[in-house]
C-alpha cells in the first residue's frame, strides 16, 4: 500500500523548570492511504503530542529533538508557519477531544463550517456555500443546523460538527484526539459508527488517538501501543486484541472489564508509569511480569517480528503464547438468611432550585429532575446505580447524603428516618454515610499533608483509634506510612483516589457512596482500585451505593443493579439476571452499544415511534426513542411497575412479553461485549 | 506549583534564588535595605530628629548633612532615618489590620452567601465608591481632634480604606473555592462553618492573599505620605516621610534636596514592593489585581 504519511524516529522533549523532559521517543510508524491506525496507551503516555505534531503543532514548551514527519513527500517538521496553514484543514485535519470547548460558543455553527471552506477555498465547483454546508451537515447524519449556536445542540451532536468541519474540504488524513470520550455510551457507538461510514465513502486515513482499546476494535486497522513515550507495540487490531505479543500489551488488555464472567487472577498491570523511575533498559521492566536482568539494562527497540506486526521486547515469544484463562466459575452467593435493611428509599422527588416567593405565591414549581425512587440497600450489600450522563444518579447520591434535601419522599438509614437537610442529621448519622466523589484531585484538599487529611474525620467524629490506625488503615488500601507526610499533587490519581477511600473507611462507615469513583482513572488503575473494593467488600462488610456508567465494572463487584433513565428507575435486577437476560428496553439499549473486543458492527436499532416525545413525569421517559414503544400509550401513561423475584422492570409490556420477541441478537452475546455506558 | 509544596521541595532549599524571577530579586533587595536602614534609623541617627540647631538651617548638602537642613536647622538625613521604621510600622500594621478584616468577611461572604454577603457586598461598594483619600479624610475628621496625628487613627484608617477591596478578592476566591469537593466532604462531615473557612478555604486562597497582601502594602507608604503631605497624618515633629515633604515643600527652590530626599526614599520603597509583588505573583502563578 502507498503510505501517506510516515514518521521516523520522533523524539520530543517538554521543557520545564527543571531542564527537559523526554516525552516522546524514537517513535516511528507509517500510515497508508485510507487506512485507520489507532493510538493507544494511558494518559501521559505522549500519544497526543505526537498526534498534533502531524499537524505540524506542538506546545511553546515542546521541542523537538529529532525526526521526520513525511507526509507526501515533504518533512512536516520543516515547513514554514504559512505553509502549514495551508496544509492544516486541508489535507490533514482535526477532530478534537471536547467539542464544547472546540466550538466557538458566539458564533453560529454553520459559520464555523463557512470558515473552514472559506479559509482552504474548498468549495466544490458549481455548488454554493450554502449547498455544500447543508450537505456536510447532511453527511455527518445532522439535519441543517446551520443557524445553530453550539449550546443548542448535544454533546453527540456537537462532536458530528467538528467532524462535519474537520470533513469539509476532503483531507488525506483526519487526526482524532479522544473524539467520544466525554459522551454516552450509545453517542459514543453511533458517532465510530459515523466515522466508520465516512472512511467507507471518502477514502480518507485516518490516527485515532485514544486509551479504549474495545474503541479501536471497532475501528482501526492497526494500533500502535505506546508507553512513557515509546511505541512498543504496532500490529493489526485483531491480532493486538486476540494475541498481544508486548507485556504492557498484555496488560492493557487485560485491565479492561468485560462480562465474560471469567475472573482474572491478577488481571491488569501493576504499579503506575513513573518517568523518574526508568531503568537504563526497557522503559516497562519495572512493571513486568516477564522481566528479566538483562531487561533492566538493554533498551529494547521496536522490532518486525511477523511481516506486519513490530514488538519492542526481547521476551515477545513467551509472551504471546497462549495462556489457558483461569476461568473462576462465578458463585452465585446466597445469603444466608435474611440480611438486614440498611438504607431505604421510598417515593424519592428531587428538584433543583428551591421555588422563591413569587413562585410559591404562583404556584409554579421547578421540574423534578428524579421521580419516584424507590431502592433498598441491605447491609454489606452493593448496589450499582447505573446511567447515561444526566440521568440523575449522582442527584441520588446527594439526596441519600443530605446535600440535597429531597422535595418528597423518605430515607432511611437502619429504620429510623434521615433528616432531609444536612445540618439536621446527627454527627453519628453523618458518620454512618460516607462519600467518595469521582475526581481524587478535587475532594482532598491540596494544602494539607496526607496525615491531616486523614485525621480531622477521626478528630472531628472523636472516634478513640490506637497510634497504628493511620497506618493501617493505608495498607488497607494498599499504600504505605510514607504517604503520610506527603501533599496530595506528589500522588497519582489512583493513590490520591486510595487515600480518599481510605479516609473514608477510616471512621467506620455502614454505607459508602462511591460516585463514579473509578471514571477519572486510567484502565489499568481502575482494575487496581476494583480489586481493592472487592477485598474492602469482602473484609468490612461494608454496604455500598456504587454509581457508575460502566456495567462492566460494575458487574465485577456489584449484587445489584438499578438501571436509571432520566431520573426514572427503569429496572432493578441482580447482577446476573440483568446480564443473561436484561428485558428492559434501555437495559437492552445499553448492553448492545457497549463496545466490546471484537469488531461487532454494531448498528443501533431505530426508535419504534420517534415522534412521541417524552413529556418528564407524564409517560415512560423512553418515549420516542425506544425500538419496542408501544405506541402513543407510552408517552401518555406512567409505565407500571412490575415486580420480579429479585427486582423490578417498569414498562408497559409486560415481563414475558419483553422476553418472547426479544431483539434478533442472541443475549449471551451482548454479554461478551459489554463495555461501558457512559 | 503551590506555596505549601514549593517550600518543602528539595528545590526551594538548594537553588531558591536561581529559581526566582528577576523582579523579585531586585523588589527583595530593595526592601531589605530599606529595612536594615529602618532598623538602623530606630537606634541610631547622627543628630537627633528633632533636634534644632545642628548646623545652618537651609545650607546644603555636605558630609555633615548629606540631605541639607531644613528651616529651623533639624538634620533632614537624621529625620529621613528616623522616619523608615514609622512609615514601614504604620504600613504594615494598617495592611494587616485590612487584610485581617477584609479576609474574614470575604471568605465567610463567598462561602456563606445569601443575605450575609448581600449585606455585605453593598457595605463594601458603598465604600469603595468613595474614592479612598476621602474616605480616609472624613474618617480622621469623625475621629475627632483627641486622636487626630496617632498612628493608632492612621493605622486604622489604612485598615479601614483597604478591607472593603480586599473583603472582594477573598470573597471571589472563597466562592470559588467553596465549590471544590474538599468542602463538599467537610460539610459532608458536619463541620462548622468556621472550621471549612479557616481550615479548606483559607489555605487554598492563600495565593490570591498573599499577592493581595504586598500589592496594598505597596501602596499603603503612598496613603500614609498622602495623609501627611496633607496635614491629616502622624503629629509633627515625628518624621513621617510624606509629612516631612509637606514641611519642606517651601524650600524646593531654595534646597530641593530636603524634599527629594523624603520623597526618593518613599518612591524606591514602592518600586521595591511592587517588584517584590510582581515577582511573588509569578511565582505563585497568580496575577495581581489592578488598581489601589
Known amino acids: ?52 505534531r502531524l499537524l505540524g503543532y506542538g506546545t511553546i514548551n515542546s521541542l523537538v529533538q529529532t525526526g521526520e514527519i513525511i507526509f507526501d513527500g ?15 484543514g486541508d489535507r490533514i485535519a482535526l477532530v478534537p477531544q471536547n467539542p464544547t470547548t472546540s466550538l466557538s460558543p458566539g458564533m453560529r455553527v454553520g459559520t464555523q463550517v463557512r470558515e473552514m471552506i472559506a479559509t ?62 466525554g459522551l454516552d455510551v450509545t453517542t459514543q457507538r453511533q458517532i465510530i459508527q459515523l466515522l466508520a461510514d465516512l472512511r467507507a465513502r471518502i477514502g480518507m486515513a485516518m490516527l485515532y488517538v485514544t486509551h479504549d482499546l474495545a474503541l479501536l476494535a471497532q475501528i ?54 513513573r518517568r523518574d523511575q526508568m531503568s537504563t533498559g526497557c522503559k516497562f521492566e519495572p512493571r513486568c511480569d516477564f522481566a528479566t536482568t538483562a531487561c533492566r539494562t538493554m533498551p529494547q527497540v521496536l522490532e518486525p517480528v511477523t511481516d506486519a506486526r513490530s514488538v519492542a521486547c526481547m521476551r515477545w515469544r513467551d509472551v ?16 444466608i438468611g435474611e440480611p438486614a435493611r440498611l438504607l431505604s428509599v421510598a417515593d424519592l422527588n428531587l428538584s433543583y432550585g428551591r421555588p422563591g416567593l413569587f413562585d410559591r405565591l404562583l404556584g409554579r414549581t421547578s421540574p423534578s429532575v428524579v421521580r419516584d425512587i424507590d431502592l433498598e440497600l441491605y447491609a454489606g450489600e452493593v448496589v450499582a446505580l447505573v446511567g447515561e450522563s444526566g440521568s440523575g444518579k449522582s442527584t441520588i447520591a446527594r439526596a441519600i447524603s443530605g446535600r440535597l434535601p429531597p422535595r418528597t419522599g423518605i430515607i432511611r438509614l437502619d429504620g429510623a428516618a434521615l433528616a432531609p437537610a444536612l445540618k439536621d442529621r446527627s454527627v453519628e448519622e453523618l458518620r454512618q454515610i460516607q462519600y467518595i466523589f469521582q475526581n481524587p484531585d478535587a475532594s482532598l484538599n491540596p494544602r494539607r499533608r496526607i496525615r491531616s487529611i486523614l485525621e480531622r474525620p477521626i478528630d472531628h467524629f472523636g472516634i478513640k483509634v490506637d497510634e497504628k490506625a493511620l497506618e493501617s488503615v493505608l495498607e488497607n488500601v494498599g499504600l504505605h506510612a510514607g504517604y503520610l507526610d506527603r501533599f496530595p499533587e506528589q500522588l497519582s490519581g489512583g493513590e490520591r483516589q486510595r487515600i480518599a477511600i481510605a479516609r473514608a473507611l477510616l471512621v467506620n462507615p455502614k454505607l459508602l457512596i462511591c460516585d463514579e469513583i473509578l471514571s477519572a482513572l486510567d484502565v489499568s488503575v481502575q482494575a487496581r482500585i476494583v480489586e481493592l473494593l472487592r477485598s474492602l467488600k469482602e473484609k468490612h462488610a461494608v454496604a455500598m451505593l456504587f454509581i457508575s456508567h460502566d456495567l462492566a465494572v460494575v458487574q465485577e463487584f456489584a449484587d445489584r443493579v438499578a438501571v436509571l433513565y432520566r431520573g426514572e428507575l427503569m429496572q432493578l435486577a441482580d447482577i446476573a439476571t440483568l446480564l443473561d437476560a436484561p428485558l428492559h428496553p434501555y437495559t437492552e439499549m445499553l448492553l448492545e452499544a457497549a463496545p466490546g473486543l471484537r469488531r461487532d458492527h454494531y448498528v443501533s436499532r431505530p426508535p419504534a415511534f420517534p415522534v412521541s416525545k417524552a413529556i418528564p413525569g407524564v409517560g415512560c421517559p423512553l418515549a420516542g426513542r425506544c425500538p419496542r414503544q408501544v405506541g402513543s400509550l407510552c408517552a401518555e401513561t406512567r409505565p407500571p411497575v412490575q415486580v420480579s423475584d429479585n427486582g423490578f422492570i417498569r414498562c408497559h409490556l409486560a415481563a414475558d412479553e419483553l422476553a418472547t420477541h426479544a431483539s434478533p441478537a442472541d443475549h449471551s452475546d451482548f454479554a461478551g461485549q459489554v463495555r461501558s455506558i457512559s | 506549583m503551590t506555596l505549601a509544596t514549593f517550600i518543602s521541595s528539595r528545590r526551594f532549599k538548594v537553588d531558591l534564588w536561581r529559581a526566582t524571577p528577576g523582579p523579585f530579586k531586585v523588589g527583595a533587595v530593595i526592601l531589605v535595605a530599606h529595612g536594615l536602614f529602618a532598623v538602623l534609623g530606630f537606634f541610631w541617627t547622627p543628630y537627633g530628629y528633632a533636634e534644632m540647631g545642628a548646623g545652618l538651617p537651609l545650607s546644603g548638602i555636605s558630609w555633615q548633612h548629606p540631605m541639607g537642613l531644613d528651616q529651623i536647622g533639624r538634620d533632614v538625613f537624621s529625620r529621613f532615618m528616623h522616619g523608615a521604621h514609622i512609615v514601614l510600622l504604620l504600613s504594615f500594621a494598617g495592611t494587616m489590620l485590612g487584610m485581617v478584616t477584609g479576609t474574614t468577611l470575604g471568605l465567610l461572604s463567598g462561602y456563606v452567601g445569601g443575605w450575609f454577603d448581600e449585606i455585605t457586598q453593598r457595605i463594601v461598594e458603598a465604600m469603595i465608591s468613595i474614592p479612598f483619600l476621602a474616605l480616609a479624610l472624613v474618617m480622621i475628621i469623625a475621629a475627632g481632634p483627641a486622636l487626630a496625628g496617632a498612628p493608632v487613627l492612621i493605622v486604622f484608617v489604612v485598615g479601614l480604606v483597604y478591607a472593603p477591596r480586599i473583603t472582594r478578592i477573598a470573597r471571589a476566591a472563597a466562592m470559588e473555592i467553596a465549590t471544590r469537593e474538599y468542602v463538599a466532604v467537610a460539610e459532608l462531615r458536619g463541620e462548622g462553618t468556621w472550621s471549612i473557612v479557616f481550615r479548606e478555604i483559607l489555605p487554598n486562597a492563600a495565593n490570591v492573599l498573599l499577592v493581595e497582601f504586598s500589592l496594598r502594602l505597596s501602596y499603603a507608604p503612598i496613603l500614609i505620605g498622602a495623609l501627611g503631605f496633607l496635614g491629616f497624618g502622624i503629629r509633627p515633629p515625628t518624621p513621617e516621610w510624606g509629612l516631612m515633604i509637606s514641611e519642606n515643600r517651601n524650600l524646593l527652590i531654595a534646597s530641593p534636596v530636603t524634599v527629594f530626599g523624603p520623597g526618593l526614599g518613599l518612591a524606591s520603597l514602592v518600586i521595591g514592593f511592587n517588584l517584590f509583588t510582581d515577582g511573588l505573583s509569578r511565582m505563585l502563578g497568580q496575577r495581581p489585581v489592578a488598581g489601589a
Request: glycine share 12%; proline share 6%; aromatic share 4%.
Open chain 1, 1 to 52: 500500500m502507498q503510505k501517506l504519511i510516515e514518521v521516523r524516529n520522533l523524539n520530543i522533549a517538554y521543557g520545564g523548570a527543571a531542564g527537559w523532559t523526554n516525552v516522546v521517543q524514537g517513535v516511528s510508524f507509517e500510515i497508508a492511504r485510507g487506512e485507520a491506525f489507532g493510538l493507544v496507551g494511558e494518559s501521559g503516555c505522549g500519544k497526543s503530542t505526537v498526534a498534533y
Open chain 1, 220 to 273: 482501526a486497522d492497526r494500533v500502535g501501543v505506546m508507553y512513557a513515550g515509546q511505541l512498543v507495540e504496532v500490529a493489526p487490531c485483531e491480532e493486538l486484541l486476540s494475541a498481544p505479543a508486548h507485556p504492557y500489551s498484555r496488560g492493557l488488555i487485560a485491565s479492561i472489564p468485560t462480562t465474560d464472567g471469567a475472573e482474572r487472577q491478577g488481571r491488569g498491570l501493576r504499579g503506575v508509569l
Open chain 1, 74 to 88: 515533504t518533512d512536516l517538521l520543516k515547513l514554514g508557519a504559512t505553509a502549514l496553514t495551508r496544509l492544516r
Open chain 1, 120 to 181: 482552504h477555498r474548498a468549495l466544490p465547483q458549481g455548488m454554493t456555500m450554502e449547498a455544500r454546508i447543508v450537505e456536510l451537515f447532511a453527511l455527518v447524519g445532522l439535519p441543517d443546523v446551520g443557524h445553530c449556536y453550539p449550546h443548542e445542540l448535544s454533546g453527540g451532536q456537537q462532536q458530528r460538527v467538528t467532524i462535519a468541519m474537520a470533513v469539509a474540504c476532503n483531507p488525506d488524513l483526519l487526526v482524532l484526539d479522544e473524539p467520544t470520550t
Open chain 1, 320 to 335: 504471546v503464547a497462549p495462556q489457558a484463562p483461569v476461568l473462576v466459575k462465578r458463585e452465585n452467593k446466597k445469603i
